[in-house]
């Protein structure tokens, strides 16, 4: 079973942050990152909803109960976000 702070670690070398300009975005010390991947602490219910939204996943995905990952097309048009459906589409049948 994955853990929660093997999950977040994984999110956040993706997105190419140190674990320092993470807690700076969350509003939280570095420590407590730390503590989160390593599994020594769980995050608040309040916490673990800001990761989720800054990562595009649904809070379920952290704890092995959803396995998509999901993409903001906030302040997209209805063109753009048919482009992108097209274009998984296209890579799930490849």
């Given amino acids: 079973m994955v853990e929660f702070g093997d999950k977040l670690r994984q999110l956040r070398t993706l997105k190419g ?13 570095k420590s407590m ?6 599994s020594v602490r ?6 673990l909803m800001r990761i989720a939204l800054f990562f595009n996943v649904s809070m379920d995905f952290f ?4 396995k998509r990952k999901y993409l903001d097309v906030t302040n997209l048009s209805d063109t753009q976000v048919s ?9 799930r049948q490849n």
Avoid at 17 to 22: A, D, I, R, T, Y
Avoid at 33 to 38: D, G, H, L, P, R
Avoid at 63 to 66: I, K, M, Q, Y
Avoid at 83 to 91: C, G, Q, T, Y
């Fill in 17 to 29: 942050l140190s674990q320092e300009q993470l807690a700076k975005r969350m509003g939280i010390t």
């Fill in 33 to 38: 990152i730390s503590a989160y991947e390593n």
């Fill in 42 to 47: 769980q995050p608040s219910y309040d916490v």
């Fill in 63 to 66: 704890f092995g109960f959803d």
């Fill in 83 to 91: 482009v992108l459906s097209k274009i998984i589409d296209e890579l």
